[in-house]
């Protein structure tokens, strides 16, 4: 009879520790963004879309063919292993005649076999809303429907910036292809000054 009072001093035990709140290293990061008074204001973030421009023999080089002969070819993919960069206008409106407020450039490689998807790798350099610098973005492009890409460095105003940027291409049969792109950047908080 002993020996089954013992099968639950652990689970008591443990909801009892559970209950107690632990503070310091172990205290919730989410948490404390978030909490809101002078000491530590909420985190700093900055929403937008642009519109990147890009024009094939203009502003977009494929620099090396890839191997031909990939399934599902069509007009908007490129060979398996295709090398392409690019420096491409970024403008207010999917109008090429509107304001430029930056420059996207880069590079993508053609890693899917059906030569609709890439790496890519770009630096996107802004002067928007009281803000100027650049963004370095990372990851996996899909030529037909929107890519989303973490924000992996920033210079400048964008120093220590976190987030993450969309693309959408909104014409791929045209000349230039369009894409909507969309910044979601968010700044950490920032010890209070000393007084």
Wanted: aromatic share 10%; hydrophobic share 35%.
């Amino acid at each position: 009879m002993a020996f089954a009072s013992h099968n639950y001093a652990l689970p008591i035990f443990l909801s009892l520790l559970a209950l107690i709140p632990f503070e310091g290293t172990c205290g919730s990061h989410l948490n404390h963004n978030y909490r809101r008074d002078r000491r530590n204001p909420s985190p700093k973030s900055l929403h937008f879309t642009l519109f990147q421009h890009e024009t094939t023999n203009k502003t977009g080089f494929v620099i090396v063919n890839g191997v031909e002969g990939s399934e599902g070819k069509s007009e908007t993919s490129t060979p398996f292993g295709s090398l392409f960069v690019f420096q491409d206008p970024l403008t207010a409106k999917a109008n090429r005649s509107s304001k430029q407020l930056g420059t996207a450039e880069g590079t993508s490689i053609t890693s899917g076999l059906d030569g609709l998807s890439s790496i890519s790798v770009a630096k996107l350099t802004l002067r928007v809303k009281n803000h100027k610098g650049s963004i370095s973005i990372v990851g996996g492009t899909n030529s037909l429907e929107r890519s989303d890409y973490p924000v992996v460095g920033g210079t400048e105003d964008f120093l220590f910036v976190h987030g993450y940027v969309t693309s959408s291409p909104l014409d791929v049969k045209a000349t230039t292809v369009v894409y909507k792109i969309g910044f979601h950047l968010y700044w950490p908080p920032y010890p209070p000054p000393a007084p």
